[in-house]
């Protein structure tokens, strides 16, 4: 993981996810490029002056919040760090970032609460669509620290990129994490005999770290994943969409408010 991209708003909730960002990129020795997209100054003149003016003005002020920032992150001095600001619409300015420094891992802020539901369904799911890399998505008041387990959805599809594994496995073999491999209501007498082949492949993928396989059974599939996570200690859940109609299934408003009342989670979706 030799780039990371961190996108802002300068807004408390990124500035929290910052602080977990950088330590991130301070354990896989990672860059980490901090990005900022604006829009185009808004004026009632005619003069290219004005609007050249305009222009400075609000670049100048990215750059004091980009200052902001690195005073107020002294584990920024620990890592390779860029400030990279960029005129256009956020979404096609990450994306374009993303290919541009070929990042491997974008880390993202989201609201908790009522707003991760309409995010997820605007702007976190159109960059998760867009890019062929994983997406680390941090809800307000998440922490990354003391994570001990992974919790990975995994419906043994064909469909599913396996290759993704090796990049979770490289995170949990560094953070010393052990991964927790959940699927929901498939138990051994529905599964087909391709979908045993690939429960195996996964098993032989995870085998360097430590690694259990259960079956959660939920009417709901979103209130299974959280229940189920706030039991047996999940920090983090990590997705191998097999179709992003499956994710945006999984992520509606009445997971935003399972994850919200207490122990919120972060999830990676592996690429």
């Keep these: 993981m030799k780039k990371i991209l961190f996108p802002t708003d300068f807004s408390e909730r990124a500035n929290r996810a910052l602080k977990q960002a950088v330590a991130i990129a301070e354990s896989f020795n990672s860059k980490i490029i901090i990005h900022h997209a604006h829009s185009r100054p808004v004026h009632t003149g005619d003069g290219s002056g004005q609007m050249e003016t305009l222009r400075l003005k609000a670049e100048h002020s990215i750059d004091k919040e ?21 005129l256009g619409v956020s979404i096609e300015n990450i994306v374009e970032v993303s290919k541009m420094e070929n990042i491997d891992l974008i880390i993202m802020a989201t609201k908790g609460a009522s707003g991760l539901g309409e995010l997820w369904g605007t702007k976190t799911a159109r960059i998760v669509k867009s890019v062929d890399i994983p997406v680390l998505v941090i809800p307000d008041n998440t922490s990354l620290a003391d994570i001990n387990t992974v919790g990975l959805i995994c419906d043994y599809s064909k469909e599913a990129n396996y290759h993704s594994l090796d990049f979770l496995l490289a995170v949990a073999e560094k953070l010393k994490l052990n991964i927790d491999t959940i699927t929901l209501n498939r ?82 979706v592996l690429k």
């Design 66 to 86: 980009f200052k902001k920032l690195f005073d107020q992150n002294k584990e920024l001095r620990n890592v390779e760090h860029e400030f990279h600001k960029q």
């Design 187 to 268: 138990n051994e007498k529905v599964m087909t005999e391709n979908e045993k082949a690939y429960r195996q492949l996964v098993r032989k993928k995870l085998e360097p770290v430590p690694t259990s396989f259960h079956v959660v059974f939920s009417e709901n599939i979103n209130e299974g994943i959280i229940d189920y996570s706030k039991k047996n200690n999940i920090g983090l859940i990590a997705m191998m969409p097999k179709s992003y109609s499956f994710m945006e299934r999984l992520f509606h408003e009445s997971l935003t408010e399972k994850m919200a009342f207490s122990s919120p989670l972060p999830l990676l």
